[in-house]
């Protein structure tokens, strides 16, 4: 089966990775992919938006499946844009619809969503600049800290979370009226602060069944500690201890299950990753966000914990008989490890050579960021490597990532020394 996968980060890496370890797979794609996947397929110069060279490529290459990695391509309606064309849709498309994008491209319309279906989650209410009085009257319903979240896309930096009514009044201000997200703050979800601890759970689903993947735990932020400016991620482990088997019951029933069957009832062809980021309050999961692809890094660790054939799980998720194959996961915990440009999540350089990747065996080297330069790889982004390694336990695995980023090198790496502080 030829295979294109949209996307150029360590999320696109580790999923070009495991496709191709399968037998089933003849030829990998990637678009516009990273310095890494070069090495486990063909690199495409296409924007994940440009339909109509994604159509154009696929139709003369004999792709037969398109795995989109990033959210932009599924709110703009990649997943219709083939459907609706005859000599295109036999493509599987590996992710949803617009419709059932809109989970992650509108807060207000997940929230609704999960309302409407009975999913637990914090309360909210959703104002625009003409209701900006009536959002400072529902702040001071809630007690601090306070959750505002642009309602559109933003990059991963629309939610604030200040600690006090008065900096809450003036960022849901420069949110409406002042465009500070643009577009995407045009309208602004705020929604009461859920005391606990994160987790992230990924679903598989070909629109009538579901496989649930491992857990994973991320860490956001730049600093030690959880300190500092939020990032796209500095780390992730799988799996997550503290979600015990009765914990994840609870998440099925009351939340996987629900939101499965929610998509059907409302008539959303939904097919593909479904991202629940969650709250465990006192031992009881709370819905944060959905987020409708793979999460990065997390995808650096979820990815390598599976063991059975991806290309055969991509494929009966393209002809809905998820329920008829055999899923397998592996026991063992991976811990990934980001590291990045210094300066990062601010101004940084690109183009820093990179040294030492090829002397590490004991993980494996996802490319989050990265190009090929005169023969050379050299950082071209933010984060720049996640460096994974499985072990017995937490420690085992974390061990073997930071033993591997003491072999790599560039100017002004950064890495946090504390990914899982927080977790037993």
Known sequence: MNILILGSGGREHAISWKLAQSPKLTKLFIAPGNAGTEELGENVDLSV????????????????MIVVGPEVPLVQGIHDFFEEKEELKHIHIIGPKKLGAQLEGSKKFSKEFMQRHNIPTARYKAFTAQ???????????????????????????????PDNLADAKKELTDMLANSKFGAAS?????????????????????????????????????????????????GAISPVPFATKEFLDKVEEQIVKPSVNGLKKDNID???????????????????????????????????????DLV?????????TLNEIEFKVTDQTVCTVMAVSGGYPESYEKLKVIEGIEGIDESVVFHAGTKVLDGKIVTNGGRVLAIS???ANKKEALDKSYASLNKIGFEKMYYRTDIGFDLQ
């Open 49 to 64: 938006s440009n339909f109509d060279g994604i159509a154009k490529f696929s139709l003369e290459n004999k792709v037969e």
């Open 131 to 161: 209701t900006l009085e009536d959002g400072f009257a529902f702040l001071e319903t809630l007690n601090p800290p306070f959750v505002l979240k642009a309602d559109g896309l933003a990059a991963g930096k629309g939610v604030v979370i």
């Open 186 to 234: 045009q309208e602004v979800v705020i929604e009461e602060f859920l005391n606990g601890i994160e987790l992230s759970v990924f679903v598989l689903t070909d629109g009538e069944n579901y496989k649930v993947l491992p857990t994973a735990k991320d860490y956001k932020r730049i600093g030690e500690g959880d300190k500092g400016l939020n990032t796209g991620g500095m």
């Open 270 to 308: 939904y097919v593909g990753f479904l991202f629940i980021g969650l709250m465990n309050v006192c031992g009881d999961p709370f819905v944060i966000e959905y987020n409708v692809r793979m999460g990065d890094p997390e995808t650096e660790v979820v990815i390598p914990r599976i063991e059975s």
């Open 312 to 320: 055969e799980v991509f494929t009966a998720v393209g002809n809905k």
């Open 389 to 391: 390694s499985f072990g």
